[in-house]
């Protein structure tokens, strides 16, 4: 295939925003990340670029369910359904296919789920591996593209909002340098979208200050790093503060999924 795979790891609909636990009961709470999961990868599906789409989940039946899947490997959105959760993203339907990949219980946590969606990716014979987190409310095509973008050659790169770093690409110029892309969130001190190579030792490091680990994760493994902020990218809903800086459209949208205003 030799395209873009994007990876979307989603935890379950129970322990998910636990952040937003104080302000939001559990129903809501499933409610929220099944809404974000859908609009994510509605716009991943969308986005011209991303060949394919892989879900990794510790709970297939509540993915599958949130995504309007019909079964664990699917090309379009399927039939509406049942149970509450809701079923249409606001800005794009899914569109190409869409795979929900279990995690073994063996390989827990978030980079076990990505590189479980890493391994799945290269042997769909993907390029790339695009990771977006499943909570992103104003992520759209144009942001998509603008992180494939970032990636390309260095006469093409730095589009609004892309910034090389600084740091030494170690490898000949005829070795393979796409550059990994970090798509930050607001504080500009975590990962929300990551782009690599498929086949790579580059690990990864989501959690606390991961920007800085990907980047130093790039480096060691001797590739360029490129950071994108849009506001697109940048928008990730964990906290109450996430939740206020949101514009007031997306702001009523998730209010209406979740049915009340946090405070
Ligand atoms: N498959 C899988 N996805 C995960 C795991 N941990 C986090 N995620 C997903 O990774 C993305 C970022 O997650 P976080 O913001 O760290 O966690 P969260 O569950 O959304 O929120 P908190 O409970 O407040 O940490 C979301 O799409 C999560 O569903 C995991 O262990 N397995
Ligand atoms: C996992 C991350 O962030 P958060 O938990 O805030 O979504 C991250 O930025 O690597």
Redo the contacts with the bound molecule.
Sequence with gaps: MGGTVAV????DGV??????ATALAPPARRRL?AAL?RHVVGVLGAAPGVDRVVV???DVPFTTEALGLDGDQVGSTGSERQSGLPTRSRTADLIGPVAVVA?PRER???D??VDVGRERAVALGAARVLVA???LPLLSPDDVAAVLAAASPPDRRGGPGSERQPGPPTRSRTADLTPVVVATDRHGSGTNLLLVPAVSPFRFR?GTGSRAAHLAEAARVGLPGVVVRRPGTAA?L?TIDDWGELPPAARSWLDGVTGRAPA
Excluded: Y
């Design positions: 979307v790891p989603l935890r322990s998910g925003k636990s952040r937003l990340v999961a990794v989940t510790a995690q827990p946590g978030l076990g789920a987190h499943a909570d989501f990730d964990d």
